[in-house]
């Protein structure tokens, strides 16, 4: 009787922890596109830890189904709003492979360069990421010569290849303060060659002259003077209000000048020391 009334407590306890759990169950449905409206729900309302689960469903049980592609691409804008872009890129890669067929590839294309573009730290770290955002741009510029997305795509290139530059030109600058001056010039040099048209050589021009006048590397400092001082005038004529404004060429010249003739002045007491002691 004992055993009989404690079988009855335990199959009670037992019924009762699976309707709690029951109850926490996500519904079941044979027609997959319910989860696809729940999820576009979700994602409307910023839901997207729900979301991500109905989009996921959909996958998970119709993978070659029409609407996977479309959930596939909505898991990676779920996690490219959640900010969590390497989880975003991974998703858009998925797409990629998986549904090559898709309307939405292109889309995933861009939105892996964007994310890569994000995901990167400001200039004075390490630029992998937009190392690899300038290499996604570069792909999805070649692959869609004719997508709507091409005008963005081109400003953003230019943009992180400006940043690309200015991490060159700040190592450069670094080494110039430092007094290192040979390695100074590697930086700018390397800046000049890859990222000549950015907004960054011209500053780059300067820092080197400025390191070519403390090495008395005179001859290579005059033919870069003269480059230097032709480019002023073209930036003071041009409409790039920003770029006058970041570089401001008028004074970038008055300083070298400056600086030259203070070293043809240390250069003379040099001579005068040496021959008194003669």
Not at 109 to 117: L, Q, R
Request: aromatic share 14%.
């Amino acid at each position: 009787m004992k055993f009989d009334k404690l079988k009855f407590i335990c199959l009670t306890l037992l019924l009762l922890i699976l309707t709690g759990c029951g109850s926490k169950q996500p519904e079941l449905y044979n027609d997959y596109s319910k989860y696809f409206e729940e999820g576009e729900i979700a994602f409307k309302k910023k839901k997207y830890e729900k979301a991500i689960e109905k989009f996921s469903m959909v996958i998970l049980n119709s993978p070659g189904g029409d609407l996977a592609d479309d959930s596939q691409f909505y898991l990676g804008e779920c996690y490219f709003q959640k900010k969590e872009y390497l989880l975003a890129i991974s998703e858009y890669e998925q797409l990629i492979q998986r549904y090559s067929y898709s309307p939405l590839v292109e889309e995933s294309y861009y939105k892996i360069a964007i994310s890569y573009i994000n995901h990167a730290p400001k200039y004075q770290l390490d630029q992998e990421s937009t190392h690899k955002a300038f290499q996604r741009l570069q792909e999805f510029v070649d692959t869609f010569p004719h997508s709507k997305f091409l005008p963005d795509a081109e400003i953003k290139i230019e943009e992180v290849r400006n940043k690309l530059a200015r991490k060159l030109y700040e190592s450069g600058r670094l080494y110039r303060k430092l007094n290192e001056y040979n390695s100074a010039i590697i930086y700018f040099d390397k800046m000049l060659k890859k990222y000549y048209d950015t907004d960054w050589a011209y500053l780059a021009k300067v820092e080197k002259a400025r390191c070519l006048i403390q090495l008395r590397k005179f001859e290579e400092y005059q033919k870069l003077y003269a480059k230097v001082n032709r480019e002023k005038d073209e930036i003071i004529n041009s409409q790039d209000s920003k770029l006058k404004s970041l570089i401001n060429p008028g004074e970038k010249i008055e300083l070298l000048d400056k600086l030259y003739k203070k070293e043809l002045a240390e250069i003379e007491k040099e001579k005068k020391k040496t021959e008194k002691r003669w």
